[in-house]
């Protein structure tokens, strides 16, 4: 049954501003760091706990969320996980003190983790298989956008506003799309109709120790007791996590989809992608602030050539990924991402003329854009209709992981090279940390190669008993 063209693009609204609201919170925050600490006061630990409580939970709960979006429906979900971030949205822009603050942004993460993961799910459930590269593709790049928009806009609200405002920015476009996700979203499930609960708990276990294991690696030292225990810890529980999955009658995550080489090369491309970009990102927003001495605002603009290429080059990579292998955008896409990070790192000093950096910039905006725009299409094509959620929950959660894992390994290697004492000493520490970026992504590019030149064919939906849209069940 074709699907009306306005259904689609309703979704793809409701789900596009879900997407930019979550991705958007990634970043926002750390350029409102100076004034959330001059406000509520709090440690330098507490302060780096507010980026952290977000990333930790959305992390750690993403393949839960996925997996309930199967079992209670994933437009149900989607609401709750919606209401759920808006509510924490309120929550932190409200809160009186540092552990309020951190609080409201674990449930930030929590509503984020049951709403990411089900976004490409429905998009693509409701997309026309010749129009679902241009979709996909859009819909990833306004979540590429919307991360490497966050310092940005944080840095104009804190700047214009105050830094409540970067939290309260969610309520109104939220009050908005919870009621239109309920009109116009179509529901759907996934085949199981069981909880794996086992299997959640030891997911969201072992993810929290790997995560939070790599979190205080830097702060902690890698070789620290809490840090090797948590790390070890994590690993462990991973392995039973992947043993009980190959076992149970009824997985929550079926280990199936890592027989996929597209699947397999996809989500460790984009692990390695967001380690390099995240990190480097991070370490680019303080060096505008830090030896270049600009304003949160200005130093966000600065950026802007990074950020503003997918805006106009998005649309056109995503029509050109269903005629071109999407394999071959891809790969270009991270060698793009890392010959701009190279010219970064090759050209960075204290007084560097930001005119010659722009190129690069530029460099990054179209390996963004190109990594982004096909990728979701790749992953879902290459998995069976009722394993997406599950395949849509992976590739998020990895993704989530390589931008902790390469704030903490970058982070990591500017202190063992520089300091943020002086100009020289930052520039000391960066140029490393961001080749490293470079070398993350790199590997990233090889590993796309792995993937199949033509898509698989998935085996195409069964027909199935539609799911009633009754009063009852949009409340």
């Known amino acids: 049954m074709s699907i009306p063209k306005q259904n689609v693009l309703w979704t793809f609204l409701c789900c596009g501003l879900g997407v930019a609201m979550v991705s958007l919170d990634n970043l926002v925050v750390i350029t409102a760091l100076p004034a959330i600490r001059d406000d509520l006061g709090g440690s330098i630990q507490e302060l780096e706990w507010t980026v952290n409580a977000y990333t930790l939970t959305y992390a750690v709960l993403m393949l839960p969320g996925a997996a309930l979006g199967d079992r209670f429906g994933r437009r149900r979900m989607f609401g709750v996980g919606l209401a759920l971030f808006v509510a924490a ?67 104009a609200v804190v700047e214009h506003l105050s830094w409540q405002w970067i939290f309260w920015i969610n309520v109104p476009i939220g009050a908005v799309v919870l009621p239109l996700s309920r009109w116009k979203l179509t529901e759907s499930r996934g085949p199981r109709s069981q909880l794996d609960l086992v299997g959640t708990v030891l997911a969201s276990l072992g993810l929290f120790g790997i995560v939070f294991g790599i979190i205080h690696g830097h702060a902690d030292h890698w070789s620290s007791v809490r840090v090797l225990a ?55 927003t303080q060096f505008f602030q830090g030896p270049q001495g600009y304003s949160p605002l200005e130093a966000g603009l600065r ?23 999407s394999r071959t955008i891809v790969a270009l896409g991270l060698a793009f991402q890392a010959c701009g990070l190279g010219w970064i790192a090759s050209r960075i000093s204290p007084h560097v003329d930001y005119v010659s950096l722009i190129p690069a910039l530029v460099l990054c905006g179209l390996g963004m854009t190109f990594y982004f ?83 698989r064919e998935t085996r195409p939906v069964e027909p199935r008993p539609a799911v009633p849209t009754t009063v009852s069940d949009r409340m």
């Open 89 to 155: 949205s309120a929550g932190a822009a409200l809160a009186s003190g540092i552990g309020a603050l951190i609080a409201a942004r674990a449930l930030q993460g929590l509503g984020a983790a049951l709403l990411m993961p089900l976004n490409l799910t429905i998009l693509t459930d409701v997309a026309p298989p010749h129009r679902r590269g241009a979709l996909l593709g859009a819909m990833s790049a306004v979540e590429g956008v919307a991360i490497a928009m966050g310092p940005l806009l944080g840095g």
């Open 373 to 455: 725009s096909p990728t979701a299409n790749m992953v879902m094509s290459a998995v069976d209709a009722e394993d997406r959620g599950m395949a849509s929950g992976a590739i998020n959660a990895l993704r989530e992981l390589g931008g902790v894992l390469g704030i903490a390994v970058l982070a990591s290697v500017f202190s063992a090279n520089g300091a943020l004492t002086s100009p020289d000493s930052f520039t000391d520490g960066m140029i490393p940390a961001v080749w490293t970026g470079v070398v993350l992504i790199a590997v990233g590019a090889l590993a796309v190669l792995v993937a199949p030149r033509r898509p």
């Open 230 to 284: 948590s790390l070890t810890g994590g690993a462990v529980v991973l392995v039973a996590f992947v043993l009980w999955e190959l076992h149970t009658e009824l997985p929550m995550f079926p280990m199936k989809l890592f027989r996929h080489r597209t699947f397999s090369a996809m989500n460790a491309a984009g692990l390695l992608m967001f380690a390099g970009m995240f990190g480097s990102v991070f370490l680019l």
């Open 303 to 325: 950026i802007l050539p990074w950020t503003a290429v997918p805006i106009f080059v998005a649309p056109l990579v995503g029509l050109l990924s269903d005629r071109v292998s």
